[in-house]
């Protein structure tokens, strides 16, 4: 959806079992423009997709040699991807098809010349081995893949957090498919505003393990920043003003390797107290059982810590998920979990998909 392409092969029995899982991240070639470059990113996403779904399926030994029966719409779905279909098309000709039974795609949100690659490599696939395509929201899949062989009804009601470079929101769960948005950012995203904030600074992209790992190496900070919207009387979040602040902090001077530390810690801090603040007002007002997290800064050690606390002390249970950056795992987990089958002709990408659509 953005800039990680990810194939993984799950097996659902009784329990749901990874069979394989690849992913090929971008940050190398986003850093020097310190975000996403969409057209790079689509490219990137044309040009690995393919050897990924093939080492994907040859890890799994899926792969019989025989042959497909190739459609010809498949060269409609794929003419913006020359290499693509001429990789599909060698395949088709030396492989039969494998024992998969459904495909998954994410059609949103996120990028939409990211999601096309995806979801036509998805479609072809689909039409070409005559199976079901399932649409998968990207950021449903986020909450999901905390319930991976672990569903449980008494979890629920649940708060969901999804924390990442695009999304910042939180909900309200009542069971898988019933969501109510409670609120989100008005602004940057929470990822985004660790990535501004350390292109301030002068740190590599992605920004939010840097400032962790810079933040980690003192014990406090001589700035003081604003915890934005932390005691509105709702549960959105802004997060602009927190770079606006560092860039005053800094903009008439040049911080040293300990300031930047500093600084670092106090961007940390501050976007937690906002975060583990809206969570207990949550907490508070619904009375939630469990507390589901996901997306990026979701792996974040300190904020996982401040939410362990917080969650034992109104003794509910925090579920933290192994996958907590962008995978493909969690669009099968949430494929399996929350089905949307779409015929293959009446896909689409939606950049601002809503949970509930
Ligand atoms: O969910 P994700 O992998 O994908 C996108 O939303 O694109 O999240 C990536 C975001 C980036 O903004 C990155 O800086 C942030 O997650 N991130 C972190 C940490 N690890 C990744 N932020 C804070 N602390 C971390 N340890």
């Known amino acids: 959806s953005c800039d990680d392409t990810g194939i993984a092969i799950l097996e659902n029995n009784k329990k749901i079992k990874i069979l394989s899982d690849f992913l090929s991240s971008q940050n190398d070639i986003h850093a020097s423009y310190g975000g996403i470059h969409p057209s790079l990113a689509k490219r990137e996403h044309a040009k690995n997709v393919f050897p990924l779904f093939l080492a994907s399926l040859k890890k799994t030994k899926l792969l019989k040699k025989g042959k497909t029966e190739f459609k ?8 913006r991807y020359p290499e693509l279909l001429k990789d599909l098309k060698e395949f088709f000709s030396n492989y039969e098809k494998p024992d998969i039974d459904q495909i998954a795609v994410t059609i ?52 969901a957090l999804v924390l990442s470079g695009g999304n910042t929101k939180m ?28 292109r301030l600074l002068g740190l590599p992209y992605p920004g939010g393990p840097e400032i962790s790992k810079r933040a980690g190496k003192v014990k406090k900070s001589r700035f003081k920043l604003p915890r934005p919207m932390m005691h ?43 975060v583990v603040k809206k969570t207990e007002k949550a907490i508070l007002e619904f009375n939630p059982n469990s507390i589901f997290i996901g997306g990026g800064v979701s792996s974040n050690k300190k904020l996982q810590k401040e939410l362990k606390k917080l969650t034992k002390r109104y003794n509910i249970d925090l579920h933290i998920p192994k996958y907590t950056t ?32």
């Open 171 to 198: 909900f309200l769960m009542q069971n898988i498919g019933i969501y109510k948005e409670l609120g989100a950012t008005r602004d940057d995203a929470i990822g985004e505003c660790f990535d501004k904030t350390a």
């Open 232 to 274: 509105s009387n709702d549960y959105d979040f802004s997060f602009s003003g927190l770079k606006t602040a560092v860039f005053y902090e800094i903009k008439d001077r040049k911080l040293n390797e300990n300031e930047i530390n500093e600084m670092s810690f106090e961007i940390e801090e501050a976007v937690i107290d906002v």
């Open 108 to 159: 949103g949100p996120g990028l939409e010349p990211c999601l096309y690659v995806g979801i036509n490599l998805a479609k072809a696939l689909a039409l070409n081995w005559g199976i079901p395509l399932i649409s998968v929201n990207h950021i449903e899949a986020h909450i999901l893949v905390n319930l991976i062989n672990s569903y449980k009804k008494e979890a629920f009601p649940a708060l």
């Open 72 to 79: 010809k719409e498949t060269d409609e779905i794929l003419e």
């Open 326 to 357: 962008d995978n493909a795992i969690m669009i099968g987990v949430a494929a399996i979990l929350s089905p949307k089958i779409k015929n293959y002709d009446k896909i689409e990408a939606n950049s601002n998909l809503n949970l509930n659509d």
